[in-house]
Nanobody, 118 residues
Framework: QVQLVESGGGLVQAGGSLRLSCAAS????????MGWFRQAPGKEREFVGG????????WYADSVQGRFTISRDNAKNTLYLQMTSLKPEDTAVYYC???????????WGQGTQVTVSS
């Protein structure tokens, strides 16, 4: 079992920055890739970005490319999402996810709210 707990959400003005963290516990040695997703009110959950186990490769949704940066510190079992140049349309609940079986993301955090005011 893997437990994921996000933190760092909050209210920020458009153009501002915010850093989310996701602390992993449990069988962390089994985690391969990790990712961030978000869900805005009335919309489906969407992929934000992902990172390999080593942290050497990352990939992003077009909507956040160049503004968001994913990183991970395996020694601290923590995943990060640095968000810059935030827009009101970035408002959502942000979730971190972990893939332990190379079959897809099978563990999810409870989410943290990010609200961007215009």
């Amino acid at each position: 079992q893997v437990q994921l707990v996000e933190s760092g959400g909050g209210l920020v003005q458009a153009g501002g920055s915010l850093r989310l963290s996701c602390a992993a516990s449990g069988r962390t040695f089994s985690i391969h890739r990790m990712g961030w997703f978000r869900q805005a009110p009335g919309k489906e959950r969407e992929f934000v970005g992902g990172i390999t186990r080593s942290g050497t490769s990352t990939w992003y949704a077009d909507s956040v490319q160049g503004r968001f940066t994913i990183s991970r510190d395996n020694a601290k079992n923590t995943l990060y999402l640095q968000m810059t140049s935030l827009k009101p349309e970035d408002t959502a609940v942000y979730y971190c996810a972990a893939d332990t079986k190379r079959l897809g993301y099978n563990y999810w955090g409870q989410g943290t709210q990010v609200t961007v005011s215009s």
